[in-house]
């Protein structure tokens, strides 16, 4: 998998992100909202426990509307404060003040009894590689911008951006790594782009692209290609190719640009807005697993 996620780096990223969390009040935690789960690693929450909690469901605007809302409640109901935005443009970035408000409750009243005044909440953004930290540090404190230097009892060598009088977040964000050990999970980065495509096999992907295409959104192939969903999804491939001429002179079907178009355009959201998880309460359902439930359950 990924060279970036050899042993030795995940205990490095986690012994900084452990003396990191010793500064903080409050992770704000980004996942990837189309692929909620597979985008988070637990272990944030043991590493981060006696923290306030903020879970930002990124790139809201590649996900699934009504399911952005369903993840959201999931992550509420768990505990956790929780906004949908899209750090790219720069929606839902208002909403996040009043949620670090509320997640930091608890603390500010505690100030507020010790007659401690002008406390700014400090804050982390963590999460796993390619869900947009730098993206989301770079829009939120983009315009406040001030950095604060090294000051007594703050670590040597840290920045801080101040946010507002009530608000300061360190500059540099914590790595989490993904679960890799989890076949599902690796597809799921895959899908959306977080793995590199050089390490994966591209028309392998395509393929289970397609399968879980046709199931979870019926009609979203059919009307982007104008190919069937009834065959296999090989079938489904060679039919991608041929309305899209990845068709060589002696009528040999080139498998690579098919697949590099279709994965192209589902991560940029030209199939539209697609969830590729289901929540579903306290379990880690593969999209193929909550289907079955959901016919059980009729
Ligand atoms: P990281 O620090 O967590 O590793 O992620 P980073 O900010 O580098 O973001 C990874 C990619 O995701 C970037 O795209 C970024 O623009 C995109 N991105 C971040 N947040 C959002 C979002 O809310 N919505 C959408 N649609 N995209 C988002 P890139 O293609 O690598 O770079 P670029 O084309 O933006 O330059």
Redesign the pocket.
Known sequence: MNVQWYPGHMTKAKRQMQEDLKLIDLIIELVDARVPLSSRNPDIDELGKNKARLILL?????ADEKYNRQWAAYFRQKGFQVAE????SGAGLKAIQGAVNEACREKIERDRRRGIKNRPIRAMVV?I???????FINSYAGRACAKTGNRPGVTKGKQWIRLNRTLELLDT?GILWPKFEDQQVGKNLAFIGSIKDEILNLEELALELLDMLRRFYPGVLAERYGISEEGTPLSMLEELAGNRGCVGKGQEIDYGRASGILMDEFRNGKLGRITLERPQEDSQETPERSEAADEDSQ
Do not use: Y
């Open positions: 990124n790139k809201s605007d590649l935005v899209n750090a790219r999460g590689p390619n869900v947009g930290k730098s993206t964000p």
